[in-house]
């Protein structure tokens, strides 16, 4: 794979800019589509999705697994990332090195070289599933961007500012479509609205979002 590869400057813009240090690629991961479904098929038969529970005691709607040498989690002891899937007891399966590839070009298009993220959360939702605003700030320092991939049914990303009472933006991401967001947008809160029902012609009824992070 090349640089190029993920070149879509002939047909949409590079990046929109949603705000400083935050960028959207749209359709960025659509050339590779194909291999990322299939390897999100392959992982999530050796880790299923599951519905964790928040530290409140709460199910959450959206199912989650991960890959990588780390994975995030969260039960009733708190959240935390962990290089074990409590489920089975074995480590996650590895990051596949498409994976790995598609975020370290996001971010080098986005300004942050070097992108090595070890955690990739990968969450399901079904329509009617959402998740709620929130920081990302589990991991150990905040200098590395997130890169966050779209697949499969569209979805209304909630994009807000730095305190929860901050008012938010909407943005529609869909098939493809990778948000990057680190620097002065690292601890932004975000979040996705109920997924609305349709049918997506390569994934059905179902979004699934790549977060990658580099977790310590
Ligand atoms: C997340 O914030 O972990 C996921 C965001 C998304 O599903 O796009
Ligand atoms: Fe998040």
Same mark, same amino acid.
């Given at each position: ?13 590079? =990046? ?27 992982l999530?038969?050796?880790? !299923? ?17 991960n890959c990588g ?23 996650w399966p590895?990051m !596949? ?18 992108? =090595?993220?070890?955690?990739c ?15 990302? =700030? ?45 620097? !002065? ?19 059905? =009824? ?11």
């Amino acid at each position: 794979m090349t640089a190029d590869f993920f070149d879509t400057s002939d047909v949409l813009p590079a =990046r929109e800019i949603i705000a400083e240090g935050a960028m959207l690629l749209r359709r960025f991961a659509r050339p590779i589509q194909h291999d990322l479904l299939d390897a999100i098929a392959c992982l999530s038969a050796q880790a !299923p999705f599951r519905r964790m529970f928040t530290p409140g005691g709460y199910r959450m709607s959206v199912a989650m697994t991960n890959c990588g040498s780390l994975g995030w989690i969260t039960d009733r002891t708190g959240y935390r990332y962990d290089a074990i899937d409590p489920d089975s007891g074995r480590p996650w399966p590895e990051m !596949p090195p498409i994976f790995r590839e598609l975020a370290g070009q996001a971010a080098a298009q986005t300004g942050f070289a070097g992108f =090595r993220p070890e955690a990739c959360l990968v969450n399901r939702y079904e329509p009617g599933t959402r998740l709620s605003l929130h920081q990302d =700030r589990d991991e150990s320092n905040y200098d590395a961007p997130i890169v966050s991939v779209s697949l499969g049914l569209p979805a209304i990303f909630l994009w807000g500012g730095l305190k929860r009472a901050d008012k938010t933006v909407r943005y529609r991401l869909e098939h493809g479509d990778v948000v990057v967001w680190g620097g !002065p947008s690292r601890l932004v809160f975000h979040g996705i609205a109920p997924l609305a029902d349709g049918e997506h012609a390569l994934l059905g =009824r179902q979004r699934i979002n790549l977060t990658f992070r580099q977790a310590r």
